[in-house]
């Protein structure tokens, strides 16, 4: 039921925060609200949101600060707001944790889509509903567990949030084969793909960082040059 979800709107504009919080109301959703990135990093650790929706620029830690913050001790999904359309600003704010971005101004439909995908991520990586069969996939030392819903990286627990999981998911489940980042994006975002290599590929890089002897030249998640991305094993 979508009133389990709470959701953290955070922006330092009194009348988006409003608009925000109607839209999100009206769809089911409980909302509580902060002004500044300072006030959104206490809030998260204190309420456990589902979801945060949280503003590049604000006063008192911006959102990109906060959300390094948060991901230092949360994987809650987070959108970002931008009323910069640049593909550097939408890099910086992936780069800081955020699973995606939403420049402004959108439409509701689009934002309440957004919400939509990001919650189901979520439950995915079984915040809220645990699997009941258990399976695991496995590609060399790595292993999804999908019924625990974790990564276990040469026999060692690693953190992902519930995107990073989504893309594990879809490139473990077909090792060897490679993906486009279209389709990647389209898979996982569950959005329709439109110059999004540069959003597939921070969190490529993300989920290296976490699982490669040296991301640099990584063994299991590597570029096909001109095509797209292939998880196998060494």
Same mark, same amino acid.
């Given at each position: 039921m979508k009133e389990q979800y709470l959701i953290l709107v955070v922006d330092d504009d009194t009348e988006i925060v409003q608009i925000l919080q109607a839209a999100l109301e009206g769809a089911g959703y409980r909302v509580q609200t902060a002004n500044n990135g300072e006030t959104a990093v206490r809030a998260a650790d204190c309420r456990h949101p589902q979801l945060i929706i949280m503003d590049v620029m604000m006063p008192c830690c911006n959102g990109l600060v906060a *959300?390094? %913050?948060i991901r230092q001790s949360s994987n809650v999904p987070i959108l970002m707001l931008? *009323?910069? #359309? &640049?593909?550097?600003? %939408?890099?910086?704010?992936?780069? #800081?944790g955020a699973d995606d971005y939403l420049v402004k101004p959108f439409l509701q439909q689009e934002l309440l889509a957004r919400v939509r995908a990001l919650l189901r991520r979520y439950d995915d990586l079984g915040s809220i509903r645990e699997g009941t069969r258990d399976s695991q996939l496995q590609v060399?030392?790595?292993?999804?567990?999908? *019924? #625990?819903? %974790?990564?276990? $990286? %040469?026999g060692e627990p690693v953190r992902v949030t519930p995107t990073e999981y989504k893309l594990l998911l879809v490139l473990m489940s077909n090792p060897g084969r490679v993906f486009s *980042? &279209?389709?990647l994006y389209e898979r996982v975002w569950e959005n329709e793909a439109y110059a999004v290599e540069n959003t597939v590929m921070v969190h490529v890089s993300r989920i290296r960082e976490k699982l490669e002897l040296n991301p640099k030249k990584? &063994?299991?998640?590597? $570029?096909?040059?001109?095509?797209?991305?292939?998880? &196998? #094993?060494?």
């Open positions: *959300a390094m %913050r931008s *009323a910069k #359309a &640049e593909g550097s600003d %939408r890099v910086l704010g992936l780069e #800081a060399g030392d790595v292993i999804l567990d999908t *019924a #625990a819903k %974790r990564l276990l $990286v %040469r *980042a &279209e389709e990584p &063994e299991y998640l590597k $570029v096909v040059w001109g095509i797209g991305y292939v998880f &196998e #094993a060494p």
